[in-house]
């Protein structure tokens, strides 16, 4: 199972939509996922098209329940998956985001709090993928994602202040691995929200790449124009219509190959729903 940390330390730059993207693009490809809604704001848990029903509880309080806790029970299922045709019984669960995960999103959690959403994990069968969608602060909740995870995704913006901020997260991360001599042994760079128009961002893009090297993945994701719709009616990107969306799957499907390591062989035919 392969569990991947979206992080990003400076709000703004699109870390849940990069999260969405790859997620659709995982429903795409028929891989058993679940998204770990982390952030309290639960963003990603929303834009899934999900919330909580009858006795099901959100991912803080499993948290607090430790090795009594069940995410798997809890999860909720995306209705993407219901808009997807494939015959195959597409897997997209999430563990809904929730206030009540900021009791843990502090900087002092004791190792054993830190282990809490990995011991929770490891009780899953269902899954070949976890994305975590992270708060963007390096406070408990972030800590405890790295923790649990075997790759992390850092999410930047090709601007100055983003490119310096992925670069302090790229050095808290190698400290954190350090101190905690984690299972977390891979670290890469989403550059998001690219305009190739715009000179700065071009500058900057060439910077990451001088910085970052081989940790720099592509694609480069380019600016969405219709994100806030797509986002706004619950919708994968995978099943919007339009040119533009189909291009910008393409581009989350790379992602995940190289997340994965799958091969774009293995992908199942899409069914594109109407726009609502």
Not at 6 to 32: D, E, F, Q, W, Y
Not at 61 to 75: E, P
Not at 143 to 169: C, D, H, I, K, Y
Request: with cysteine; hydrophobic share 40%.
């Amino acid at each position: 199972m392969q569990v991947v940390s979206i992080s990003s330390l400076k709000g703004g730059v699109g870390k849940t939509s990069v999260t969405l993207g790859l997620a659709s693009a995982a429903l795409a490809a028929g891989i058993p996922t679940l998204i770990v809604d982390l952030d309290p704001h639960a963003d990603a848990s929303t834009g899934l098209g999900v919330a909580l029903s009858g006795p099901q509880q959100e991912v803080g309080r499993q948290i607090k329940a430790g090795r009594r806790g069940d995410l798997q029970a809890n999860a909720a299922v995306s209705p993407w998956t219901q808009r997807d045709k494939s015959a195959q019984g597409p897997v997209l669960d999430v563990a809904v985001g929730g206030s009540f995960g900021t009791v843990y999103d502090r900087p002092d959690l004791r190792p054993r709090d830190l282990r809490r959403l990995k011991t929770l994990l490891e009780k899953t069968t269902k899954y070949q993928l976890v994305l975590i969608d992270c708060p963007p602060s390096l406070n408990g909740l972030t800590r405890m994602a790295w923790t649990a995870s075997n790759q992390a995704v850092l999410v930047a913006e090709p601007s100055l202040f983003s490119v310096a901020g992925t670069e302090r997260t790229m050095r808290a991360l190698e400290m954190f691995r350090n101190e905690f001599n984690t299972s977390l042994n891979t670290t890469s760079v989403v550059a998001n929200r690219f305009r190739d128009s715009s000179t700065e961002q071009r500058f900057r893009l060439s910077e990451m790449r001088r910085m970052f090297g081989a940790q720099l993945l592509n694609p480069v994701l380019p600016e969405q124009p219709d994100w806030q719709q797509i986002q706004g009616a619950a919708y994968s990107v995978h099943q919007w219509p339009g040119e533009s969306a189909r291009s910008t799957a393409r581009h989350f499907d790379q992602l995940v190959q190289s997340l994965t390591g799958t091969s774009g062989a293995a992908k199942r035919p899409r069914v594109r729903a109407a726009a609502p």
